[in-house]
């Protein structure tokens, strides 16, 4: 027994039934003492409550914060010795003017903030709605091949189970065209030939497939490579194109250990075909939860766009020569990935910020999708467990960056004043508490009386 809890239960009890016994005789007085005839004046009922709710937007005519005052605010942060090698660019959103910076042109290993850039070119190069196409086609009797066209959220999940990407397309999907066809099918091959070059980069670490950081690249996959679909730290294929045709082998009915990938490109009658999701909700996914596979993707689809081969490097190029043309600063950029996994990436505060900057101002709108993808600090993706209790929660958006001593961040954040600011930061060589020294040092864009 709990003698405690019983005797706080009879409290309870107790105090409920005097509050019974006192209403009974308040009633009562005030009915004894009103007369046959009396008035009884009735309050006037209030007035409905009404809400509002809505995204309310900032006044252009916030005060802007002095690159004095910003300073002053920032000192003390600046100075914890755990953010290691340090840069950073702070500028105003509406004007476009550079607030603080620190090392703004020095190259430094970006992380997944390279990510940022990615996203930025595939909405200046692509179309929002372009989606990508997983063909099936029949060169001779019995034989099908499954061509890759860069499809990444395939998946291999039967009808009525989630799957990892929302709105994927299925494997099932396939087969059941394909048996719609009359086709035979005793062979599966698969065609990988749209990417060109390696399938890792340089400057990525094979453990990486078994952390569940990245896949070899081919131009098909299931679930990003995923072995578990649906698991958060699922590792990741070493064969993720053989993978698909097996599965899709299997929902045929065809021993999955004959599949055979194929060293050139196949020619037959399309059988069957099915799309990805568009790509807004492709960059989403990507920004939100730094989805590397979906990152190189995404790079070669620009690369394409722009006549350049589906590769590492020509994705690279074509993500600089996307933001270039659209006047961004890329000097001191070398990319050999489009995910910002590479140790040998190196960007630059200054374009990163710049490509922030036009996101979040008013002369590139075909930019302004970008905020969209930003993960909420305190709320969402990669930023949802990060900033909890700040001020900054709710008010700072950004893309996080992390590799072994390095931390990244850059975004966008509403200051104390109501104006926004957007920034681009980036810590190599940190200490142990990186990750915190850097998230208070944005944190403090949000808290600061900066004005003065």
Same mark, same amino acid.
């Given at each position: 027994? &709990?003698?405690?809890?019983?005797?706080?239960?009879?409290?309870?009890?107790?105090?409920?039934?005097?509050?019974?016994?006192? =209403?009974?005789?308040?009633?009562?007085?005030?009915?004894?003492?009103?007369?046959?005839?009396?008035?009884?004046?009735?309050?006037?009922?209030?007035?409905?409550?009404?809400?509002?709710?809505?995204?309310?937007?900032?006044?252009?005519?916030?005060?802007?914060?002095?690159?004095?005052?910003?300073?002053?605010?920032?000192?003390?942060?600046?100075?914890?010795?755990?953010?290691?090698?340090?840069? @950073?660019?702070?500028?105003?959103?509406?004007?476009? !003017?550079?607030?603080?910076?620190?090392?703004?042109?020095?190259?430094?290993?970006?992380?997944?903030?390279?990510?940022?850039?990615?996203?930025?070119?595939?909405?200046?190069?692509?179309?929002?709605?372009?989606?990508?196409?997983?063909?099936?086609?029949?060169?001779?009797?019995?034989?099908?091949?499954?061509?890759?066209?860069?499809?990444?959220?395939?998946? =291999?999940?039967?009808? @009525?189970?989630?799957?990892?990407?929302?709105?994927?397309? &299925?494997?099932?999907?396939?087969?059941?065209?394909?048996?719609?066809?009359?086709?035979?099918?005793?062979?599966?091959?698969?065609?990988?030939?749209?990417?060109?070059?390696?399938?890792?980069?340089? @400057?990525?670490?094979?453990?990486?497939?078994?952390?569940?950081?990245?896949?070899?690249? !081919?131009?098909?996959?299931?679930?990003?490579?995923?072995?578990?679909?649906?698991?958060?730290?699922?590792?990741?294929?070493?064969?993720?194109?053989?993978?698909?045709?097996?599965?899709?082998?299997?929902?045929?009915?065809?021993?999955?250990?004959?599949?055979?990938?194929?060293?050139?490109?196949?020619?037959?009658?399309?059988?069957?075909?099915?799309?990805?999701?568009?790509?807004?909700?492709?960059?989403?996914?990507?920004?939100?939860?730094?989805?590397?596979?979906?990152? !190189?993707?995404?790079?070669?689809?620009?690369?394409?766009?722009?006549?350049?081969?589906?590769?590492?490097?020509?994705?690279?190029?074509?993500?600089?020569?996307?933001? !270039?043309?659209?006047?961004?600063?890329?000097?001191?950029?070398?990319?050999?990935?489009?995910?910002?996994?590479?140790?040998?990436? &190196?960007?630059?505060?200054?374009?990163?910020?710049?490509?922030?900057? =036009?996101?979040?101002?008013?002369?590139?709108?075909?930019?302004?999708?970008?905020?969209?993808?930003?993960?909420?600090?305190?709320?969402?993706?990669?930023?949802?467990?990060?900033?909890?209790?700040?001020?900054?929660?709710?008010?700072?958006? =950004?893309?996080?960056?992390?590799?072994?001593?390095?931390?990244?961040?850059?975004?966008?954040?509403?200051?104390?004043?109501?104006?926004?600011?957007?920034?681009?930061?980036?810590?190599?060589?940190?200490?142990?508490?990186?990750?915190?020294?850097?998230?208070?040092?944005?944190?403090?864009?949000?808290?600061?009386?900066?004005?003065?």
């Amino acid at each position: 027994m &709990r003698p405690t809890r019983w005797r706080r239960s009879t409290f309870v009890i107790l105090g409920l039934a005097l509050v019974l016994l006192v =209403a009974v005789v308040t009633t009562t007085t005030v009915v004894a003492a009103r007369q046959p005839g009396d008035e009884v004046a009735v309050p006037p009922a209030p007035v409905p409550a009404s809400a509002q709710p809505g995204v309310v937007p900032v006044t252009d005519s916030a005060a802007k914060p002095t690159a004095r005052g910003l300073a002053a605010a920032l000192a003390p942060v600046l100075a914890n010795p755990d953010l290691g090698r340090f840069t @950073g660019r702070i500028s105003d959103a509406l004007s476009g !003017e550079v607030l603080w910076e620190q090392g703004p042109h020095v190259p430094m290993q970006p992380a997944s903030t390279n990510k940022t850039i990615t996203a930025a070119a595939a909405l200046l190069a692509l179309n929002r709605s372009d989606r990508l196409t997983t063909r099936v086609v029949t060169p001779s009797p019995g034989v099908v091949v499954l061509v890759g066209g860069g499809d990444q959220t395939l998946s =291999a999940a039967p009808h @009525g189970e989630d799957t990892w990407y929302r709105d994927a397309a &299925r494997i099932v999907d396939l087969a059941e065209q394909v048996r719609r066809s009359g086709v035979p099918v005793k062979t599966v091959q698969v065609d990988v030939s749209a990417y060109r070059g390696p399938s890792m980069a340089v @400057g990525w670490d094979p453990r990486d497939i078994d952390g569940g950081d990245i896949a070899p690249i !081919e131009s098909v996959m299931l679930d990003g490579g995923r072995t578990q679909p649906v698991t958060v730290e699922s590792r990741r294929s070493k064969t993720p194109a053989l993978d698909a045709g097996r599965a899709l082998a299997a929902a045929l009915r065809v021993d999955p250990a004959t599949v055979t990938v194929l060293p050139t490109a196949a020619q037959g009658r399309e059988i069957a075909s099915v799309q990805s999701p568009p790509l807004m909700q492709r960059l989403r996914d990507m920004m939100n939860f730094s989805d590397n596979v979906m990152a !190189e993707s995404i790079g070669r689809e620009i690369a394409d766009a722009l006549g350049k081969p589906q590769s590492f490097d020509g994705a690279a190029n074509a993500v600089l020569a996307t933001l !270039e043309k659209t006047g961004i600063d890329v000097t001191g950029a070398k990319l050999f990935d489009s995910s910002g996994l590479s140790v040998d990436d &190196r960007l630059t505060a200054a374009t990163l910020d710049e490509v922030m900057t =036009a996101a979040a101002g008013t002369d590139k709108p075909e930019l302004r999708p970008l905020v969209d993808t930003l993960a909420i600090a305190g709320g969402s993706g990669t930023l949802s467990y990060r900033y909890l209790n700040t001020d900054a929660a709710g008010f700072l958006r =950004a893309k996080t960056g992390s590799l072994t001593r390095t931390n990244t961040l850059a975004g966008i954040v509403t200051d104390a004043d109501d104006r926004v600011l957007t920034f681009a930061l980036l810590s190599n060589d940190a200490g142990p508490t990186g990750r915190t020294a850097l998230d208070a040092f944005a944190a403090t864009l949000r808290s600061c009386g900066c004005r003065s």
